[in-house]
């Protein structure tokens, strides 16, 4: 039988209730006390006041579970959006840990091998020294010009905003002057190698890990700006080498606790002759 339920219960209750006192009526010979009548009618009201009162928790009862159904549908939609997103954090954390593996065989491999070899004391014709001793001079925050190794030694945090590989105008400027220098006749014999250095503070910003990986990444990235900028400014290509050695060559000691040196920022741009470079021109 289908369920009655609300003011239709309540009729079929009131109904039957109804029935019972006309049956005790009829079977009493037609008649009924007063009393009895009045029993009677109580009974029904408190039947009535117990079935609205059965109805109303019967309704309440409804609501709670209706939203208790939400509630677990919220929560199961929640577990398996989790769940996605866990399961994109371990592809992701599978990619960042081969890739330092990557890195950490790579400067290992760098770490063994032979050290750079930068070249001695160098005898540049007395034009070409003179250029450049004066190319020094106008230029005294940016740069120094070392005579008896032919190298001129860009300062990183003037040549290059924190963590950047982009010149500055004004290092870019200086670097195009150089070039001209480097491109005239007394300096045909001779080559530049370009070597960036850091110092030991680590990357930290994202985007420059992104960008360079680590300390040995940005050295280099910065050596071959300068070779850029070298070649903008219309140096032979065929007379550049670029690369960078990281924090592995200071020239002062670093602060305690991975603090760096100003110092050891730097590109060096070292005058060769021209056969120490891979390329014989």
């Not at 339920?5 to 079929?12: E, N």
């Not at 039947?47 to 159904?69: G, N, P, T």
């Not at 400014?233 to 007379?239: A, N, P, S, T």
Request: glycine content about 8%; some cysteine; charged content about 25%.
């Amino acid at each position: 039988m289908p369920a009655v339920k609300g003011t239709s219960m309540r009729k079929v209750l009131a109904f039957a209730i109804a029935a019972t006192v006309l049956a005790g009526v009829m079977a009493a010979g037609g008649c009924v006390d007063a009393k009895e009548y009045d029993r009677v009618v109580a009974m029904n009201r408190q039947a009535q006041d117990s079935l609205d009162q059965a109805l109303d928790r019967q309704r309440l009862l409804e609501a709670e579970r209706a939203a208790l159904e939400a509630k677990i549908a919220d929560y199961e939609r929640t577990i398996a959006f989790k769940q996605n997103e866990l399961d994109l954090l371990g592809g992701a954390n599978k990619k960042l840990l081969a890739d330092l593996d990557a890195l950490k065989a790579q400067l290992a491999k760098l770490q063994n091998a032979a050290p750079l070899p930068l070249p001695g004391p160098v005898k540049l014709p007395a034009l070409l020294n003179e250029k450049l001793m004066q190319f020094a001079k106008e230029n005294p925050d940016l740069l120094e010009y070392f005579p008896r190794d032919g190298m001129v030694k860009f300062k990183a945090d003037l040549t290059f905003a924190k963590g950047s590989d982009e010149v500055t105008a004004d290092a870019k400027a200086a670097l195009a002057k150089l070039a001209g220098i480097l491109s005239g006749s007394e300096a045909a014999d001779f080559a530049i190698w370009a070597v960036g250095h850091t110092d030991d503070i680590p990357l930290k910003n994202p985007a420059t890990i992104e960008r360079h990986g680590s300390n040995l990444g940005l050295s280099t990235n910065r050596a071959v700006s300068v070779f850029q900028a070298l070649a903008d400014g219309g140096m032979d290509v065929l007379r550049i080498r670029a690369g960078g050695v990281s924090k592995y060559h200071p020239v002062e000691a670093n602060a305690p606790g991975e603090k760096g040196n100003p110092a050891n920022r730097r590109v060096e741009l070292w005058i060769v002759p021209k056969e120490l470079l891979l390329t014989a021109n």
